[in-house]
């Protein structure tokens, strides 16, 4: 039996994915061969010597050690777009907050009802100019990241009357093709900066993006910009945005990571980080999260791994090796010679490599001996080895 630790709750329908005769689930496991986990800080984490795989239901891996998991050969997964029509969602009301101030408004009156011998309904009328604000329709958007949620954002933006603008310097075939035809690709976010009247965010927290949205670029955007931040709160140099507030140059900063310092900062719309809070969402990110490390542990298939690269295929052969290692030359070469000296041979093979780490899978035509296997693992570079039967 495999064992399974959960580190926050993982919704039931994505537990059910995990075959129950063949793993233990719960909170209360130890020695576990995988984790499944939602926000739970791993940082500080001992991991066992025996864990395979980290599936985190849902996109950032923000909480979990990546580096130092793929350097012990742990495979860390997340679900990339389980949550994307969620977060599209709360993008679309986030547009409309930044833009009519309904928080606001909604507050006055409930004041205007808690004084006594207001008569709200004329209240209202005589004080509704003080929270008007502009309609989105024909206005321009621009999305930075045009990955799964920033595609869907782009394509309902532009159905909602919108002219829409797209930036990602990493924009892949497939995140292209998801893309409606009238969807402006830009290669400079510069010509985003120019033309949007609203930007909204989608790219993970990484070191080329974190404090991206600082004095500078804003300086480059239109006066009266309204920023929509749903990805990572890093991703904004808040002194920055809060002077930009200030002075007007940014209308309105709606943020899904509130802290001590934005959240009471004039013209800014706190959420408390809801992107992902549906159920739909969580559902969809268990089960993907489930499935993702079921195949990995039984099949050592690899599918949406933050630091290894997406390896699968067909089992066929009498036994399977599947090797973590470091991506230097003659990996592949040193594996397939000491099989070959013991007479076994290799049916198939697949290898991939992304950045400094790469996986190999190979369908042995016969079974292999344990000192065949330990003498794959003492090969310099090699991180670690399995055999599945």
């Known amino acids: 039996m495999y064992r399974i630790k959960t580190l926050n709750k993982i919704a039931p329908v994505g537990l059910a994915e995990l075959d129950a005769e063949r793993f ?7 020695g576990e061969d995988g984790i499944l986990v939602r926000s739970a800080k791993l940082h500080d984490y001992a991991f066992p010597e025996n864990l395979l795989a980290i599936a985190r239901a849902g996109a950032g891996t923000n909480n979990i050690p990546v580096d130092r998991c793929a350097e012990q050969g742990i495979v860390v997964f997340n679900t990339p777009g ?17 833009s009519r101030d309904v928080l606001g408004g909604a507050d006055w ?4 009802a808690m004084t006594e011998g207001v008569d709200v309904a004329a209240a209202v009328e005589k004080g509704k100019s003080a929270f008007v604000g502009p309609e989105i329709y024909r206005k321009t958007l ?6 799964a949620i920033g595609a869907l954002v782009c394509n309902i933006a532009l159905s909602m009357g919108m002219d829409v603008y797209g930036y990602d310097p990493f924009l892949s075939v497939d995140a292209a093709l998801r893309l409606d035809r009238h969807i402006h690709v830009v290669k400079d976010e510069n010509e985003l900066f120019r033309q949007a009247d609203y930007i909204t965010i989608h790219v993970p927290c990484v070191d080329a993006t974190r404090g991206s949205i600082n004095a500078d670029a804003i300086s480059r955007m239109k006066d009266g910009v309204r920023i929509i931040n749903l990805a990572r709160g890093e991703l904004v140099n808040d002194d920055d945005m809060i002077a930009a507030l200030e002075s007007g140059k940014v209308s309105c900063y709606v943020t899904d990571f509130p802290n001590n310092k934005i959240t009471l900062a004039k013209h800014v719309v706190a959420i408390p980080h809801l992107g992902a809070s549906t159920p739909e969402s969580e559902d969809n990110c268990a089960v993907m999260a489930a499935r ?16 290894y690269p997406t390896v699968s295929m067909d089992r066929t052969g009498v036994a399977r090796i599947c090797v973590a290692h470091r991506n230097i030359p003659a990996m592949l070469a040193n594996i397939t010679m000491l099989l070959s000296q013991q007479g076994i041979n290799v049916d198939h ?12 899978i190979l369908e042995l035509n016969r079974d292999v001996e344990d000192a065949v296997v330990e003498e794959i693992t003492q090969i310099p570079g090699v991180l670690r080895v399995r055999v599945l039967r």
């Not at 233990?24 to 130890?30: E, I």
């Not at 709360?90 to 409309?96: R, S």
């Not at 009156?109 to 205007?112: A, H, L, S």
């Open 142 to 147: 621009g999305v930075i990241g045009l990955g």
């Open 109 to 112: 009156v409930r004041q205007q």
């Open 349 to 360: 093979m697949t290898n991939k490599s992304k950045g400094d780490y790469a996986y190999t």
């Open 24 to 30: 233990t689930v719960g909170d209360d496991v130890s």
């Open 82 to 98: 389980a949550n994307a029509n969620a977060v599209k969602e709360l993008v679309l009301c986030a547009l409309l907050l930044s």
């Open 292 to 307: 993702e490390l079921q195949d990995y542990i039984l099949n050592g298939n690899i599918t949406n791994s933050v630091n």
